[in-house]
C-alpha cells in the first residue's frame, strides 16, 4: 500500500530532502523551501528560520538520528543543529557540510563531511567540541564505522586501515583476505561491519573477522554488493546471483533482482528490514523490494508513487518504509491487509450485496444491478439473469452440495448447477422477495422475504415464520445454523427465533430494548452462537445463557452489522467504525475478570479497506473460505483477509507532552520543540507554577504509533481533581476549566491499534498557587499586627465573606432567573406549537376528514415542526456556555439571518468586523439581542417592502453595533411608530440588558435599525 502526504494532509507542497526518526518515534521531514517537520502519523509541526532560533533559511539538507536519541540536521546554508527532548541548540558556530553520521556515542560523534574530511565531536558542558580527523585515504574513499566507535577504511595503499577516538593516526589492518582489495565495505544498525572482496566477504563483530563461507558448490565470492537485512543478516550479491545470509547460512535467493538489476551500478539507497527482506531506488526504476524469501517486486506511478526516480528511504521502528520525493511529498509504504475485489479489479459494480464460497472455492457474489459474479482462480465470470426474469439486488448462497442459491428482488429464486442458472420459485409463490439465504447441512434451504421465513428441498416450498408486528410475530433480519444443527432467525425486534423441528420459539435476550435488530448471527465453535445489533453491541450465546460486549467493554462501535470466527476462535466484527479483531484469548480473560477491558484491533482504510462501512440488509454479507480467508461485504467492495497474515503490534505507543496552555497562553515549553515523554533518560516530570487563582489549563500530547496512528486512542486524567481516567478517544488535546488552587499532576496513557495500552505516565506536575489572601502564612501574619488591627481586619474578612455570599446567592438567583426564562420559552414556544400539532392530527385521523383538508392539516404540521426546531434552535444557542461571546453572537446572526432571507425574494448583504473580539455575553443579554435582531428581520419582510437588506456588526468605542437596514418604504410617522409592538419590544429588549435601540425611518429610502450595547457593562 502506497500513502501520500503532501499539502492537503499538511505538509506544504516542497520537496522533501530526508528523513528520519528519533527513538521516541517522531518522523522528521527535512524540505527545500518549508524547513524541517516534525511528524507523529496525524499532524505536522513546522520548525525555520522564522520560529527556531538558530536555525538560518527554510531550506534542509540532511538528517540523521544518533543513538543517544538526538537529531542532527544540517540546512543548505551548513548551518549544524540538533534537536533533543530539551528543543533546538547549535551544535556548531561556523558552516559544516555533512555527508553522513558515521558513528556516534552518548556525547561523542563522528561526522564525514562534504569534502571527504572527517570530523569528531565531543559535547562538553553542554557545548560541542570538534577535531579533524587526518587519514590517508583512497580517491574513493569508503568509511564504516563499528559498535565501538573504530572507523574503518581504505587507505590510499589499498591496505584496510581502523582508527580509534583518542589515537593520533590509524593502524593498519591484517584485512581477512590478504592481497584483495577491497570492493564494499559497509556496516549494519548494530555496530557490525562488512566487507566484501573479490575473494569473499567477512564480517566484523567485534572482535575478529568471520569470514562467510561460499554457497556449496560455488566459487569464491566475487563482492558486487552487501546491503545488511535482519539481525546477523544481510543480502549478498556476488557472481551474479543475489542471496540473503543469515546467522552462518544461506537462506533464500533472488532471481528477479538479478534478472531486472544484475547490471545496475551504485543504488540511489538501500535499506534492509527486521524480517530479512529490503527496499532501494536506482534511477527512474521505481521502487525496488526484495522479501525475505527472495521475491522480487518493483512498485511504480501505476501503483500509487509520485514518481519513479528515488533517492532516500527510511525504515522505521515499525517497519514500514518512508520515501520523498521532489513535489511529490512524504510517502509510505506498508503491507496490504485487506485485498479487495471492486470495479478497479474487474468486478461489474462496486455495490455488493452478499458474499458466498462453493466447495471448489470459488466466490460468488451478488451485486445491487442483479449480476451474478463467480470468481475463480483469478478469472471473473458475470452471470447475468436468465430470459424471464426481471429484477435486481441479487444475492447468492453457496450450498454443500455444490449447488448456488440465487435470490433476486424482484425475481423470486434461481439456482445454479452444473453450469446453469435456472428459475425456481417466482416471487408471488414466497409472497416477497428473498434477502437472507441459509443452505443448511441437510440439503434444506432456508430464506427469508421481509416479512417470512420459508424452506425449500426437493421442490417443496413450506412457510415456517410469518411475520405480524401487531401480532407479536417478528420480521426476520438475519438466519444461522450452529454446528449442532440448530437454525436460529435474528429478529428487527432484537429477540431470536430458535427452530425445534416443528415451529420457531422465541428467545429473548436481557435487556431488548436496547439491543435494536439482531442483524448478524455466526455458529460459535463451542456450539453457542453470536449475535451482532444495531444499538446493543454484541451477544454471545452459550448453554442457554447470555453475555454481552459493547463499547464500554472496548469495541470501536456497538452497531454491529457482520459477525465471524475465524479458524482459531477469534471474533471478527464489521462495525460503523470498520472492521476490528477481538482476540480470542483476551475474551477469555476479560470473561474471567483478568483484563478490564477487551483486547481489539481495529482495522480502517490505512489497512487496505476502500470504505469503514459494511453491507446489512443482504445476507449472506460474509463468508470464511476454504483456505482461511475472512470475506466481508463492504458498502463499495468485498474485503478479505487472512487472520493468519495478521500481526499484532506489541509495542504500545510512546505517550508525549508536547505543549501545556494556562489560560490560553503558551505556558510550557519555553524551548522551541522540546517536550516531554517516559523514554526520555530523566524520568521526572516537569514541574509548572502558574500565576495565582482559579486558571485554565490545556495539554496538548500525541501518542507516537505508525502502525495507524489515526486509531490510536487516549485516555488521561488530572490527579488530584479527576477521580478516574477520562476517555479522549483519538483526541490529542485535553482541557480544564477554571481550575482551582492545588497540586496537580497530569497523566497520560494511550492505546495502539491493536488495544495495547502503555503504562500511565505522569508528563506534568502543576502547582496552581491561592492569592496571597487565601494563604495560611496571610492569616498568621494578621495575628502578629496587635489588637488594634484585629478588629479592622475582622471585619474586613467578615465583610469579604458577606460579599461572597451575596455573591453566590446573586448567582443562584440568576440560574433560577434563567432555567425560569427557559421554562417560559419552551411553554410559550414549543408548548403552543405542540399543541397546535396534537389537534391538527386529531384532525388529520378523522375518518371524515377530506383528503385534501388533510393534506393542508399535514402541511401546517410540518410547518410547526420546523417552527420548533429552528425555536428549540434558538434556545440551546442562547444557553450554550461555547457561545458566550460577542464573536459567536456575531456568526449565528449572520448564519440566522441568511437561512431566514433564503426563501424571500429580499437581497442579503453581511458586512462584519473580523475579527470581532471574544468579549463575554452571558446567555439572557444573548437572548434578549437575538429576540430584538428576529424582530427587526421580521418587520423588514413583513412591512418594508424592501428588496436588500444589509446586515452590519461592529464594535466601535467598546460598544456593539447590530444595524438592519432596508431600502423599502419606510416606517410610519413617528409617534405611530413608537407605538408600534415591534419597535416598543426591541426597545424594552435592549433595555432590558442596558443597551439601547435607535430607528432611523425616511419614507421612501428605506429604515434603520441599529442595536448599540455598551460592552463594559457586561458582567464579567
Known sequence: MVRVWGADEGLPATSVTDIAQTPEGYLWVGTLLAGLHRFDGVQFASYHGLNTPGFRGMAVRRLFSDRAGRLWFNTYTDALLTWTPA???????????????????????????????????????????????????????????????????????????????????????????????????????????????????????????????????DAPLVVKRIIPA???????????????????????????????????????????????????????????????????????????????????????????????????????????????????????????????????????????????????????????????????????????????????????????????????????????????????????????????????????????????????????????????????????????????????????????????????????????LWIGTTDGGVLQLHENQFRRYTTRDGLPSDHIVQVMEDGVGNLWLATRDGICRVDEASLTRFNRGELPTLRVSRYGRADGLLTIGSVAEFQPNCARGRDGRLWFAMLNSVAAVDPAAVRLNPQPPTVVLEEARVDGARFWPTQSAAIHTADVRDRTPPALRTPAGKRDLEFRFTGLSFGAPERVRFQHQLAGLDADWIEAGGQRRAEYRYVPPGDYAFRLRAANSDGVWSDPVDLLRIRVPPHFYETGWFLGGLLVLGAGTLAWTVRRVTRRKLQRRLAELERQHALERERTRIAQDLHDDLGAALTEVGLLSSLAQRSTTPADRMREHLGHIATKARDMVTALDEIVWAVNPKHDSVAALGRYFSEYAQQFLQTTPLRCRIEVDDPLPAHPLNSEQRQNLLLAFKEALTNVVRHARASEVRLTIAVRDHTLLVTVADDGSGALPPVAAEQADGLVNMRRRLERVGGRCEVVSTPGRGTTVTFLYPLQTVAP
Open 87 to 217: 528543543g533546538f541548540a547549535s551544535a556548531r558556530e561556523e558552516p559544516l557540510r555533512v555527508e553522513r553520521l558515521l558513528w556516534s556515542g552518548t556525547n561523542e560523534v563522528l561526522l564525514l563531511a562534504g569534502n571527504r574530511s572527517l570530523w569528531h565531536g565531543l559535547r562538553r558542558q553542554q557545548a560541542w567540541q570538534w577535531e579533524v580527523i587526518e587519514l590517508p585515504v583512497a580517491a574513493q574513499p569508503r568509511f564504516s564505522a563499528d559498535a565501538e566507535g573504530r572507523l574503518w577504511h581504505v587507505q590510499t595503499n589499498g591496505a584496510l586501515a581502523c582508527w580509534r577516538p583518542g589515537q593520533p593516526r590509524a593502524e593498519t589492518v591484517e584485512p581477512p583476505f590478504p592481497g584483495q582489495p577491497v570492493r564494499v565495505l559497509t556496516a549494519d544498525a548494530h555496530g557490525h561491519v562488512w566487507l566484501g572482496t573479490d575473494r569473499g566477504a567477512a564480517v566484523w563483530r567485534g572482535a575478529q573477522w568471520e569470514k562467510l563461507a561460499s554457497p556449496p558448490g
Open 230 to 528: 535482519a539481525l546477523n543478516g544481510a543480502w549478498i550479491e556476488a557472481g551474479g546471483r543475489m542471496r540473503r545470509w543469515q546467522g552462518g547460512t544461506w537462506l533464500a535467493e533472488s532471481p528477479g533482482w538479478i534478472q531486472d538489476m544484475g547490471t545496475a551500478g551504485p543504488l540511489a539507497f538501500a535499506v534492509g528490514d527486521r524480517r530479512g527482506g529490503f527496499w532501494a531506488g536506482y534511477r527512474d526504476f521505481g521502487l525496488l523490494r526484495v522479501e525475505p524469501d527472495g521475491a522480487f517486486l518493483r512498485l511504480t506511478t501505476r501503483d500509487g508513487l509520485p514518481s519513479d526516480s528515488l533517492r532516500l528511504g527510511l525504515v522505521d521502528r515499525d517497519g514500514f518504509l518512508w520515501t520523498g520525493y521532489e513535489r511529490g511529498g512524504l510517502v509510505q509504504i506498508r503491507p496490504r491487509l485487506f485485498e479487495v475485489l471492486g470495479s478497479a479489479q474487474g468486478l461489474p459494480e462496486d455495490l455488493i450485496n452478499s458474499v458466498s464460497e462453493d466447495p471448489d472455492g470459488a466466490l460468488w457474489l451478488g451485486t445491487h444491478r442483479g449480476t451474478i459474479v463467480r470468481q475463480a482462480e483469478g478469472q471473473t465470470t458475470l452471470l447475468p439473469l436468465p430470459p424471464g426474469v426481471a429484477g435486481r439486488d441479487s444475492v447468492a448462497a453457496a450450498g454443500p452440495d455444490g449447488a448456488v442459491w440465487i435470490g433476486v428482488v424482484g425475481g423470486g429464486l434461481l439456482r445454479h448447477t452444473q453450469g446453469r442458472l435456472e428459475p425456481v420459485l417466482p416471487r408471488a409463490q414466497l409472497q416477497g422477495d428473498p434477502r437472507v439465504l441459509l443452505p443448511a447441512r441437510d440439503g434444506q434451504l432456508w430464506l427469508a422475504t421481509l416479512d417470512a421465513i420459508w424452506t425449500f428441498k426437493d421442490g417443496e416450498l413450506r412457510l415456517r415464520h410469518r411475520a405480524n408486528p401487531a401480532g407479536g410475530q417478528e420480521r426476520p433480519a438475519a438466519l444461522a445454523q450452529t454446528t449442532e444443527g440448530t437454525i436460529w432467525a435474528g429478529t428487527f425486534s432484537g429477540a431470536l427465533l430458535r427452530w425445534t423441528g416443528n415451529q420457531f420459539d422465541r428467545v429473548e435476550p436481557p435487556g431488548i430494548r436496547e439491543l435494536g435488530r439482531s442483524w448478524a448471527l455466526w455458529p460459535a465453535r463451542n456450539g453457542g
